[in-house]
Each structure stands twice: as C-alpha cells, then as structure tokens.
C-alpha cells in the first residue's frame, strides 16, 4: 500500500503565478483534506473533499480552490500567488465519516511550495 | 479561541522519559492526537485518544487526558535518539455530516541528548 502520495515533492512560483498541487488517497480511502504548514507552525486545515465536493472549509481566501475526482483523487489550486503562500502543503486522507478508521487521517510527505 | 498550546521546546537525555504537554480549546472535541514529524517529512500518527477516555497505553508512549482542564499530555519511555522530532498535538473539531477538522498546536521540539 503506497499510502497517501503528493506531488510535485518541491515547486517554485513566482509572486501572481498560479499552482496545481496533486494528492492520491491511501487505498479504500474516500475523503482528503489538505492543510498547510508555514515554517514552524503546526499545519492548517484548508478543506475537505468527500464524494467529490467540498464538505468543509478552514479560514482561507477563495484564492485556494480545489477538486475531488471520482477516483478520489484530489488537486489544490492556488491563484495570485503570495510571498505568504510559501509553505509546505499536506494531503491527508480517511474512510468516509462512520466507517471503521473514520477518525484516523493519514498524511503525505506534502509538496513545499516556495514563491519568490 | 482556536488556538491549542503546547511547550516549543524538550531537551532529555537518552534513556530517561520525556513528557509532552498540550492544552487544548473545545470541551466538544471529539478524538485527540499526537503526531510526530521528522525534518523534511509529514505527519506520522503516534497515537489517539477518545474523548471519553483519561488513558491510554500503546507500547512506550503513555496519553493521559484530563477533560476538565482539557489537558492532554505524551509520555514517551526509555526515549532515545530516534525520537528526536517535533511532536504535534491535535483536536478533531465536530463538523457537519461527514466533516470534521484537526486544529494542531505549533509543536514541541524534542531534543534527545546521548
């Protein structure tokens, strides 16, 4: 089982620039959640996808968008990018809220977005 | 508020036992974590604790939750190097149908000297 995978590992942006970041869920798992880590902070919840819509969303502009796809697989789109925006990205997944391990997120290894 | 508060920083020597603390903010969470993070790496689940729970032992690491005080502490046995890594702890927030989201603490730094 590979486990919750992100890609790209590594990106750099330039300020206004916009990014794609691509999560595909552990196996049997139908929910992701994506947070952000800044530099020596603990993560930040962005939001969640389950059966392909957006089910619940942390304090983030409208800048950050995202998309579930019937595979499960989720992408994290950032628009006008800010210095601000450099961090490292986490994609988290679970079994759907009620099944067994519901309560357990898996994390990725995360895409570290630096803009410049 | 939203914010859970742990301690920035740990340093123990190898063998002896190290104690994480962690205060958290909302008497309806659900489940609490811990999770480890290595330099360069994501998060790896160390262990959890139902809400209705005050103990819990999984092998070297102790959590004790005091719900009243919403206190929630990891102790970790015989700790050695490979243990050095920032340690975070986590709340599950209830959410509407199937939603849910882990508020985190900024991290203890675990230090672990030979």
């Known amino acids: 089982d590979a486990g919750v995978t992100q890609s790209p590992t590594h990106l750099i942006k330039t300020r206004g620039q916009q990014v794609t970041l691509r999560c595909s869920p552990k196996?049997?798992?139908?929910?992701v959640s994506w947070y952000q880590q800044a530099l020596g902070q603990g993560p930040q919840f962005i939001f969640q996808?389950?059966?392909?819509?957006?089910?619940q969303r942390g304090n983030f502009p409208d800048r950050f968008s995202g998309h579930q796809f019937p595979n499960y697989s989720s992408e994290l789109n950032v628009n006008a990018l800010l210095l601000g925006d450099s961090a490292l990205y986490l994609c988290?997944?679970?079994?759907?809220?009620?099944?067994?391990?519901?309560?357990?997120?898996?994390f990725g290894a995360g895409s570290r977005l630096t803009v410049l | 508020g939203e914010d859970v508060e742990q301690s920035l920083f740990l340093s123990v020597r190898e063998g002896d036992s190290s104690v994480i603390n962690c205060t958290y903010t909302?008497?309806?969470?659900?489940?609490l974590y811990w999770y480890k993070q290595e330099p360069g790496a994501g998060l790896q689940l160390l262990t959890y604790?139902?809400?209705?729970?005050d103990m819990k032992q999984d092998q070297r690491l102790t959590v004790l939750l005091n719900k009243k005080d919403k206190h929630l502490s990891l102790r970790i046995a015989d700790t050695q190097t490979g243990d050095s890594a920032i340690y975070f702890c986590?709340?599950?927030?209830?959410?509407?149908?199937?939603?849910?989201?882990?508020?985190f603490g900024q991290g203890t730094t675990l230090q672990v000297k030979p």
């Open positions: 988290a997944s679970s079994p759907g809220w009620g099944r067994s391990g519901a309560n357990v997120l898996t």
């Open positions: 196996s049997g798992h139908d929910t």
């Open positions: 909302d008497s309806s969470s659900t489940y």
């Open positions: 604790i139902f809400s209705n729970m």
């Open positions: 986590a709340e599950r927030r209830p959410g509407s149908g199937n939603t849910g989201k882990l508020i």
């Open positions: 996808y389950y059966e392909e819509e957006e089910r």
